[in-house]
């Protein structure tokens, strides 16, 4: 993007003095008419894997940062845009690069392990001392008779080297435009839309003068989301983004005045130049913006979003402006009209006056923002700004404050204050009332208890608020004041004014978590010197399709091209949770331009029902809703939008019904469950009672979670015109299901219908069922066009439609001995199904199999419903109710050691099985490796040191408080449904000697194509080069299981081994004749015997089952064991938290591939991070899903990894039943290896209760306190009980209408 100023140079941003500089951006955010005379590098630009990679690209692939790939791309293209600018990055660099691009397999570690490579050794961590090392530095301290364990995933000597003199240079041709270009307007004219780029700025004033409702469009980080995501719509945008007067920054003797068309970035820059240039006390308000630019939206977003657009979009959740306010910020605005003010230009203060209303302002609708004028700070002057969101980084605030108080010179006494908060209220508010009180006081703690006071009179948060969370904001305007009054007293107190006393332990108020990038230490065994050093099993070899999906060459369903004449479709969805339907009406939509059909019940040729062991659910609803999001039609049209608008003119009218139904506790009100229920019991619970010390009751509830896998859910379909066959490319975990309803849908045989998958950008469970049934919607619109029809789920449908893990409450009775040994445990379940079963008995069933975590509790009943509600159905999601099952008895132990008073690792050690034994549903368990894991992670986490270091931390801290907390692991591998314990391969040998492999498991990222490679090229002796895998598809395996239960490469290694096996055995006497020959010949030779070179690999799996009436069985073919500590600090007075250090030490057998394995646990582990600390699904009382997006639901971003996150495999760990001695490694559903260290994330969540406890301590509270799953600031916030969350009157439940509801 290039503009020219006066001089007649070519720059970017006037500012920015440079010739060309290069910016990561959101494409989806970009307008394509915004990018003239821009030069565009996307991943493809950077390199191939047909000519040349580029370092970036191949670092990160090298170093295993590529799962599914979905993320890769972006990673490779914010990594390639600091290159470009920063040759040689500082590790803080890139962490800042990478704020804003997620990633959903990862866990993160392994892409900054590959970008961290591009440091020089000065530009390191900074972060290594004594006793932590540099993340340069990360050679785990191995003990010396430790030779068979490495630390080694990847090796950096043979990384291209960075060569900028071989990038990309900016086109002479756009230099060439840039100059001849001079001040011409540009217009895009479009179907729908005008887009109007000014030359100047005299007409940039002309346009808002003739179009003064039309929007100025720079960086259309608001405009483009209210388009896109809200149906806003507008004609005409004015684009002045090359208007210099807009960009330029001045350094005034007073202040800094800054174009209202700077980016966030420059401003960011500029500020940071300013603060290491003047003195400390001109500089406070540009601290307080730079502190929080830092962490204002996301690098790429602040590279787009402009100052101007962050003022005028008056939206009290962004963050500038209470900042700007308090800081006494003046707005120069500029009109056509020079007879109204002088010279066309007019000067405004920003304050809450400036804000008439929610996206409102005092600007005219004919005039430009064109500076914002900032001043120095003076001496006796104090600002701070503080912002709480759902996640630390690329999360909009819930409240934002900007505080800035004067004092007369060489006093203590409040000359001036002013304090401005966001997101408690439409617009910014101000609490003046509040701040005339305190002028003229002292600072001390009287001043402060009465701005308290006066603080709360004056935040208008009614209790049912927009955006809810009302106790919560209210505290948090507390908690800000108060480390404002703190920090000012601090500085006061170095100033050398005699000011009240601050304690030591008060100072940890004024701390803020660091971000760091996360660092970490690997162990795993090698392989014994005697294998074959071309033997790749045990070896960490990386992702088969990592190099592709660095490149942008990978293919996912939707990069197919498209096909002559295909439609595309969108669903159209119920807006009632449980209704009958009186009509829909399409005749509008028909009428809509490149609608080619409306499809509903009658269009369905076959059966309009999808059947999955008994449970019915309708393809289209027919007569009665059940849910929101719940599909009752579908619009196929030429283009996506033109469907999407139609759909909005589907009218469908309803008859509401009852009950409606959405939360468990209501479900258990109304008895409304799913049968059957299940139970499980071992010893005599009813008859424990009596030989305890002590019993209590108590709950867990834990919320569900959203898969956000970054590829959406969709397909194509593709009639074939003949015999009704039909062709999809979907993106499914399970081809044969899907293969199987189409087929039925169509009334067809399922020999007619071919279902492809590549590979899936993520699947975690939730690509099994839904699926199904959209591939059979879009089959049935290709059926009755006979055009190929593309369906590709928005975020928000995907989210609103297909149903995530399932939120659960567990309550239970339990005694114990007073030494914490618990004999019996009593515990019901409740899970919130949804609308239809889908998995939701199975999940159930896994989560009662799992209650008992390997503890010994003799008397244990575990009883398990699943509540029918009117949510969208929930199903599988990694894990499979492990997560949740488990979590519930973590919770009991839990309690039970605050109840004794003694650590948690104590109580968890105390109760374990040692022994060879029996589990509650009577299946042989030996505990052995369990024991090792959890020995081992205790001994290598020095649980013991720390556990110490925490007690001083936290009695030297009142307001920052530390916790941990070291949990065990037994997690059933396979399917309990016996006869889904099969995997399938097919082996084609071609002439030349290639091998083509294809087996029933779907590639998601967990590498099941990769391990499956690895083991073929075992048996066939040949290199992995050799070997071939290009797709999944029902034509070649027929009737696959799902990718699921932790098996899939089990089962999928198994069968493979079989094929090749069959080979080998056809070609022995070829080769023993020919023993010196080459693979090659040896195949050219079997040919010619007419030898079969093709073979069909089978694994027949356990038999597993469990008689739900006896309560017994055997439903799972092993265990996989593991434990893992955590450290969290939490911040009591936001409810933030930082995640210290994580150490997990996992039992999968003998590693297949270490790299791919230890990828899987830490991906695993961050999900599950995500379920129980951060990710938080919202509904309206209405039933409606409010989370539908990445700026309402958030899941883990760099931020959030630990900053030390350490991951051993258990060595000589074997396991005799699975491939090569291995254990659930890269199963499909769920990521394998990675489905049970979901639950690790746990940890996290048990160590901030422990803060917690610890912070209420200090209030003089003890005793247990409730807190659900996830652990979120507002949980957190409000548990940490203390002077202000009492000054917060507690609103009535009942009393008035909630934002969301806990379902
Ligand atoms: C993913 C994401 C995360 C974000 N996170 C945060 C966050 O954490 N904190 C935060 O504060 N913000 C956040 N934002 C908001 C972002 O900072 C603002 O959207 C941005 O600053 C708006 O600038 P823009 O140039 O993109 O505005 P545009 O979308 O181009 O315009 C916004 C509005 O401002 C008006 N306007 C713009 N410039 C002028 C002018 N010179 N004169 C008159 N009218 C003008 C336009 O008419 C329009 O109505 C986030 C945005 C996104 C997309
Ligand atoms: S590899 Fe990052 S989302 Fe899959």
């Given at each position: 993007?290039t503009c020219k100023d006066q001089s007649d140079e070519l720059i970017f941003f006037i500012?920015?003095?440079?010739?060309?500089?290069?910016?990561?951006?959101?494409?989806?955010?970009?307008?394509?008419?915004?990018?003239?005379?821009?030069a565009v590098t996307t991943v493809e630009g950077v390199g191939s894997t047909k000519t040349?990679?580029?370092?970036?690209?191949?670092?990160?692939?090298?170093?295993?940062?590529?799962?599914?790939?979905?993320?890769?791309?972006?990673?490779?293209?914010?990594?390639?845009?600091?290159?470009?600018?920063?040759?040689?990055?500082?590790?803080?660099?890139?962490?800042?690069?990478?704020?804003?691009?997620?990633?959903?397999?990862?866990?993160?570690?392994?892409?900054?392990?590959?970008?961290?490579?591009?440091?020089?050794?000065?530009?390191?961590?900074?972060?290594?001392?004594?006793?932590?090392?540099?993340?340069?530095?990360?050679?785990?301290?191995?003990?010396?008779?430790?030779?068979?364990?490495?630390?080694?995933?990847?090796?950096?000597?043979?990384?291209?080297?960075?060569?900028?003199?071989?990038?990309?240079?900016?086109?002479?041709?756009?230099?060439?435009?840039?100059?001849?270009?001079?001040?011409?307007?540009?217009?895009?004219?479009?179907?729908?839309?005008?887009?109007?780029?000014?030359?100047?700025?005299?007409?940039?004033?002309?346009?808002?003068?003739?179009?003064?409702?039309?929007?100025?469009?720079?960086?259309?980080?608001?405009?483009?989301?209210?388009?896109?995501?809200?149906?806003?719509?507008?004609?005409?945008?004015?684009?002045?983004?090359?208007?210099?007067?807009?960009?330029?920054?001045?350094?005034?003797?007073?202040?800094?005045?800054?174009?209202?068309?700077?980016?966030?970035?420059?401003?960011?820059?500029?500020?940071?130049?300013?603060?290491?240039?003047?003195?400390?006390?001109?500089?406070?308000?540009?601290?307080?913006?730079?502190?929080?630019?830092?962490?204002?939206?996301?690098?790429?977003?602040?590279?787009?979003?402009?100052?101007?657009?962050?003022?005028?979009?008056?939206?009290?959740?962004?963050?500038?402006?209470?900042?700007?306010?308090?800081?006494?910020?003046?707005?120069?605005?500029?009109?056509?009209?020079?007879?109204?003010?002088?010279?066309?230009?007019?000067?405004?203060?920003?304050?809450?006056?400036?804000?008439?209303?929610?996206?409102?302002?005092?600007?005219?609708?004919?005039?430009?923002?064109?500076?914002?004028?900032?001043?120095?700070?003076?001496?006796?002057?104090?600002?701070?700004?503080?912002?709480?969101?759902?996640?630390?980084?690329?999360?909009?605030?819930?409240?934002?404050?900007?505080?800035?108080?004067?004092?007369?010179?060489?006093?203590?006494?409040?000359?001036?204050?002013?304090?401005?908060?966001?997101?408690?209220?439409?617009?910014?508010?101000?609490?003046?009332?509040?701040?005339?009180?305190?002028?003229?006081?002292?600072?001390?703690?009287?001043?402060?208890?009465?701005?308290?006071?006066?603080?709360?009179?004056?935040?208008?948060?009614?209790?049912?608020?927009?955006?809810?969370?009302?106790?919560?904001?209210?505290?948090?305007?507390?908690?800000?004041?108060?480390?404002?009054?703190?920090?000012?007293?601090?500085?006061?107190?170095?100033?050398?004014?005699?000011?009240?006393?601050?304690?030591?332990?008060?100072?940890?108020?004024?701390?803020?978590?660091?971000?760091?990038?996360?660092?970490?230490?690997?162990?795993?065994?090698?392989?014994?010197?005697?294998?074959?050093?071309?033997?790749?099993?045990?070896?960490?070899?990386?992702?088969?399709?990592?190099?592709?999906?660095?490149?942008?060459?990978?293919?996912?369903?939707?990069?197919?091209?498209?096909?002559?004449?295909?439609?595309?479709?969108?669903?159209?969805?119920?807006?009632?949770?449980?209704?009958?339907?009186?009509?829909?009406?399409?005749?509008?939509?028909?009428?809509?331009?490149?609608?080619?059909?409306?499809?509903?019940?009658?269009?369905?040729?076959?059966?309009?029902?999808?059947?999955?062991?008994?449970?019915?659910?309708?393809?289209?609803?027919?007569?009665?809703?059940?849910?929101?999001?719940?599909?009752?039609?579908?619009?196929?049209?030429?283009?996506?939008?033109?469907?999407?608008?139609?759909?909005?003119?589907?009218?469908?009218?309803?008859?509401?019904?009852?009950?409606?139904?959405?939360?468990?506790?209501?479900?258990?009100?109304?008895?409304?469950?799913?049968?059957?229920?299940?139970?499980?019991?071992?010893?005599?619970?009813?008859?424990?009672?009596?030989?305890?010390?002590?019993?209590?009751?108590?709950?867990?509830?834990?919320?569900?979670?959203?898969?956000?896998?970054?590829?959406?859910?969709?397909?194509?379909?593709?009639?074939?015109?003949?015999?009704?066959?039909?062709?999809?490319?979907?993106?499914?975990?399970?081809?044969?299901?899907?293969?199987?309803?189409?087929?039925?849908?169509?009334?067809?045989?399922?020999?007619?219908?071919?279902?492809?998958?590549?590979?899936?950008?993520?699947?975690?469970?939730?690509?099994?069922?839904?699926?199904?049934?959209?591939?059979?919607?879009?089959?049935?619109?290709?059926?009755?066009?006979?055009?190929?029809?593309?369906?590709?789920?928005?975020?928000?449908?995907?989210?609103?439609?297909?149903?995530?893990?399932?939120?659960?409450?567990?309550?239970?009775?339990?005694?114990?001995?007073?030494?914490?040994?618990?004999?019996?445990?009593?515990?019901?379940?409740?899970?919130?199904?949804?609308?239809?079963?889908?998995?939701?008995?199975?999940?159930?069933?896994?989560?009662?199999?799992?209650?008992?975590?390997?503890?010994?509790?003799?008397?244990?009943?575990?009883?398990?419903?699943?509540?029918?509600?009117?949510?969208?159905?929930?199903?599988?999601?990694?894990?499979?109710?492990?997560?949740?099952?488990?979590?519930?008895?973590?919770?009991?132990?839990?309690?039970?050691?605050?109840?004794?008073?003694?650590?948690?690792?104590?109580?968890?050690?105390?109760?374990?099985?040692?022994?060879?034994?029996?589990?509650?549903?009577?299946?042989?368990?030996?505990?052995?490796?369990?024991?090792?894991?959890?020995?081992?992670?205790?001994?290598?986490?020095?649980?013991?040191?720390?556990?110490?270091?925490?007690?001083?931390?936290?009695?030297?801290?009142?307001?920052?408080?530390?916790?941990?907390?070291?949990?065990?692991?037994?997690?059933?591998?396979?399917?309990?449904?016996?006869?889904?314990?099969?995997?399938?391969?097919?082996?084609?040998?071609?002439?030349?000697?290639?091998?083509?492999?294809?087996?029933?498991?779907?590639?998601?990222?967990?590498?099941?194509?990769?391990?499956?490679?690895?083991?073929?090229?075992?048996?066939?002796?040949?290199?992995?080069?050799?070997?071939?895998?290009?797709?999944?598809?029902?034509?070649?395996?027929?009737?696959?299981?799902?990718?699921?239960?932790?098996?899939?490469?089990?089962?999928?290694?198994?069968?493979?081994?079989?094929?090749?096996?069959?080979?080998?055995?056809?070609?022995?006497?070829?080769?023993?004749?020919?023993?010196?020959?080459?693979?090659?010949?040896?195949?050219?030779?079997?040919?010619?015997?007419?030898?079969?070179?093709?073979?069909?690999?089978?694994?027949?799996?356990?038999?597993?089952?469990?008689?739900?009436?006896?309560?017994?069985?055997?439903?799972?073919?092993?265990?996989?064991?593991?434990?893992?500590?955590?450290?969290?600090?939490?911040?009591?007075?936001?409810?933030?938290?930082?995640?210290?250090?994580?150490?997990?030490?996992?039992?999968?057998?003998?590693?297949?591939?270490?790299?791919?394995?230890?990828?899987?646990?830490?991906?695993?582990?961050?999900?599950?991070?995500?379920?129980?600390?951060?990710?938080?699904?919202?509904?309206?009382?209405?039933?409606?899903?409010?989370?539908?997006?990445?700026?309402?639901?958030?899941?883990?971003?760099?931020?959030?990894?630990?900053?030390?996150?350490?991951?051993?495999?258990?060595?000589?760990?074997?396991?005799?039943?699975?491939?090569?001695?291995?254990?659930?490694?890269?199963?499909?559903?769920?990521?394998?290896?990675?489905?049970?260290?979901?639950?690790?994330?746990?940890?996290?969540?048990?160590?901030?209760?422990?803060?917690?406890?610890?912070?209420?301590?200090?209030?003089?509270?003890?005793?247990?306190?409730?807190?659900?799953?996830?652990?979120?600031?507002?949980?957190?916030?409000?548990?940490?009980?203390?002077?202000?969350?009492?000054?917060?009157?507690?609103?009535?439940?009942?009393?008035?209408?909630?934002?969301?509801?806990?379902?």
């Amino acid at each position: 993007m290039t503009c020219k100023d006066q001089s007649d140079e070519l720059i970017f941003f006037i500012n920015g003095r440079k010739p060309v500089s290069h910016f990561s951006v959101n494409a989806c955010l970009l307008p394509i008419v915004s990018l003239h005379g821009v030069a565009v590098t996307t991943v493809e630009g950077v390199g191939s894997t047909k000519t040349k990679l580029h370092p970036v690209q191949e670092r990160i692939a090298k170093a295993h940062g590529s799962q599914c790939g979905f993320c890769t791309p972006g990673m490779v293209m914010s990594m390639y845009t600091l290159l470009r600018n920063i040759p040689e990055p500082s590790i803080e660099d890139i962490r800042e690069a990478l704020t804003g691009n997620l990633c959903r397999c990862t866990g993160y570690r392994p892409i900054i392990d590959g970008f961290k490579t591009f440091c020089g050794a000065s530009k390191c961590c900074q972060n290594g001392n004594d006793t932590k090392n540099c993340c340069l530095d990360q050679e785990p301290e191995l003990n010396q008779e430790d030779d068979e364990i490495s630390s080694e995933l990847f090796k950096t000597d043979d990384f291209l080297p960075l060569d900028p003199t071989q990038d990309l240079i900016f086109p002479p041709e756009l230099m060439l435009l840039a100059r001849q270009q001079g001040s011409g307007r540009l217009v895009f004219q479009g179907e729908r839309l005008c887009w109007i780029s000014p030359g100047n700025l005299a007409e940039l004033l002309e346009l808002k003068a003739q179009h003064p409702s039309t929007p100025l469009v720079i960086g259309n980080t608001t405009v483009g989301p209210n388009m896109k995501l809200k149906g806003v719509s507008h004609p005409l945008i004015i684009a002045p983004a090359g208007i210099v007067e807009l960009s330029v920054v001045k350094n005034l003797e007073d202040g800094i005045s800054f174009g209202a068309g700077c980016s966030l970035s420059v401003m960011k820059d500029e500020l940071k130049r300013v603060v290491s240039e003047l003195s400390e006390e001109k500089v406070e308000v540009y601290q307080a913006l730079l502190q929080t630019l830092s962490c204002l939206a996301g690098k790429r977003i602040r590279n787009m979003a402009t100052l101007g657009g962050n003022i005028l979009s008056a939206n009290p959740k962004y963050d500038l402006n209470s900042i700007l306010s308090a800081g006494g910020c003046t707005l120069t605005l500029a009109s056509k009209d020079p007879f109204l003010f002088p010279g066309g230009l007019r000067e405004i203060h920003l304050n809450e006056e400036f804000f008439t209303g929610f996206e409102k302002t005092a600007i005219r609708p004919d005039e430009v923002l064109l500076s914002v004028y900032v001043p120095h700070s003076r001496q006796w002057e104090f600002m701070l700004a503080f912002r709480q969101a759902q996640r630390r980084e690329f999360s909009f605030s819930i409240v934002n404050s900007g505080m800035k108080v004067v004092f007369k010179e060489g006093t203590n006494v409040v000359d001036d204050i002013r304090m401005f908060f966001g997101g408690v209220g439409p617009t910014m508010v101000r609490t003046k009332h509040m701040c005339q009180e305190l002028v003229g006081r002292p600072w001390n703690e009287e001043l402060l208890t009465e701005a308290c006071r006066l603080l709360l009179d004056e935040i208008p948060l009614q209790a049912s608020a927009h955006g809810g969370m009302v106790e919560f904001k209210k505290t948090l305007t507390l908690s800000f004041l108060f480390k404002f009054y703190l920090h000012v007293l601090q500085r006061l107190r170095e100033k050398g004014l005699c000011v009240d006393e601050l304690p030591s332990e008060y100072l940890s108020a004024l701390k803020s978590f660091r971000n760091e990038v996360p660092q970490g230490q690997h162990r795993y065994q090698v392989v014994s010197a005697a294998q074959f050093s071309d033997d790749p099993i045990g070896r960490p070899y990386l992702h088969q399709s990592a190099f592709k999906q660095a490149t942008g060459e990978a293919v996912y369903y939707d990069d197919l091209p498209s096909i002559e004449g295909e439609l595309f479709l969108v669903p159209v969805t119920s807006s009632r949770p449980h209704a009958k339907i009186i009509s829909i009406d399409a005749a509008a939509a028909l009428s809509m331009p490149g609608v080619a059909a409306f499809l509903s019940a009658p269009d369905v040729p076959g059966n309009n029902r999808r059947s999955w062991f008994g449970d019915i659910e309708e393809l289209f609803v027919e007569e009665e809703v059940t849910c929101v999001g719940q599909i009752i039609g579908a619009i196929v049209a030429d283009t996506r939008e033109n469907a999407r608008r139609a759909v909005e003119c589907v009218k469908v009218t309803y008859e509401d019904l009852t009950p409606v139904l959405f939360t468990i506790e209501e479900a258990i009100e109304q008895q409304s469950f799913y049968n059957p229920q299940r139970k499980l019991e071992r010893g005599s619970v009813d008859g424990a009672w009596e030989s305890v010390d002590h019993i209590f009751e108590g709950e867990i509830y834990m919320g569900g979670q959203e898969h956000f896998y970054m590829e959406t859910q969709g397909l194509i379909a593709v009639p074939k015109g003949e015999d009704g066959e039909m062709e999809l490319f979907a993106a499914t975990q399970h081809a044969a299901f899907t293969q199987e309803v189409v087929a039925t849908t169509l009334g067809v045989e399922a020999n007619k219908i071919t279902c492809h998958v590549k590979r899936l950008g993520g699947g975690f469970g939730g690509k099994v069922m839904k699926i199904a049934s959209l591939s059979a919607i879009a089959a049935i619109a290709a059926h009755k066009t006979g055009r190929s029809v593309r369906l590709v789920l928005d975020r928000g449908d995907d989210m609103l439609i297909t149903g995530g893990r399932h939120p659960f409450l567990g309550r239970y009775k339990v005694g114990f001995m007073k030494d914490g040994t618990i004999v019996a445990a009593d515990i019901i379940y409740y899970s919130n199904g949804g609308n239809t079963l889908d998995e939701s008995l199975f999940i159930m069933e896994k989560a009662l199999l799992h209650m008992d975590n390997g503890y010994r509790i003799p008397h244990l009943r575990g009883r398990g419903f699943v509540c029918r509600t009117n949510l969208p159905s929930n199903t599988a999601f990694r894990g499979f109710g492990g997560p949740q099952g488990l979590m519930v008895i973590e919770s009991v132990l839990h309690e039970v050691a605050a109840k004794c008073g003694i650590p948690t690792e104590r109580v968890r050690d105390m109760n374990m099985c040692r022994e060879v034994s029996l589990t509650h549903h009577k299946q042989l368990f030996d505990p052995g490796d369990m024991v090792r894991c959890w020995e081992q992670c205790l001994q290598q986490a020095c649980v013991e040191n720390r556990r110490l270091a925490i007690q001083e931390f936290n009695k030297n801290n009142r307001w920052r408080k530390r916790g941990l907390c070291t949990v065990p692991l037994k997690f059933g591998v396979s399917f309990s449904k016996g006869f889904h314990n099969q995997g399938a391969a097919l082996l084609h040998i071609y002439k030349d000697g290639s091998v083509l492999l294809t087996h029933g498991g779907t590639e998601m990222g967990q590498g099941i194509n990769t391990k499956a490679i690895q083991v073929a090229s075992r048996i066939l002796k040949i290199p992995m080069s050799s070997i071939h895998i290009t797709e999944t598809c029902t034509g070649n395996v027929p009737n696959a299981a799902p990718s699921a239960a932790s098996f899939g490469t089990d089962a999928v290694g198994m069968a493979v081994k079989d094929a090749c096996e069959k080979i080998m055995k056809r070609l022995k006497p070829i080769m023993q004749e020919n023993p010196k020959d080459t693979w090659a010949a040896w195949i050219k030779e079997a040919y010619c015997q007419k030898v079969s070179l093709s073979a069909t690999g089978f694994f027949m799996g356990p038999h597993t089952n469990v008689d739900w009436e006896k309560g017994e069985g055997m439903p799972y073919y092993y265990f996989t064991f593991g434990a893992c500590c955590s450290e969290v600090e939490v911040d009591c007075l936001t409810g933030d938290h930082k995640n210290i250090r994580t150490d997990i030490v996992m039992d999968v057998g003998q590693s297949l591939n270490p790299a791919l394995d230890i990828g899987q646990i830490e991906g695993g582990f961050v999900q599950g991070l995500g379920l129980y600390t951060i990710e938080e699904l919202q509904f309206s009382p209405e039933g409606v899903l409010r989370t539908r997006g990445p700026s309402q639901y958030k899941v883990p971003a760099l931020c959030d990894v630990p900053a030390q996150l350490n991951v051993s495999l258990l060595a000589n760990a074997h396991n005799p039943h699975a491939i090569y001695f291995s254990k659930a490694r890269a199963a499909g559903d769920m990521g394998g290896i990675g489905e049970p260290t979901v639950f690790f994330g746990c940890t996290l969540f048990y160590a901030i209760k422990e803060a917690i406890a610890a912070a209420r301590k200090d209030s003089g509270l003890s005793g247990s306190f409730p807190l659900s799953s996830p652990a979120t600031p507002e949980k957190i916030r409000l548990a940490c009980v203390d002077r202000f969350t009492q000054m917060v009157p507690a609103v009535e439940p009942g009393s008035f209408t909630p934002w969301t509801i806990g379902v």
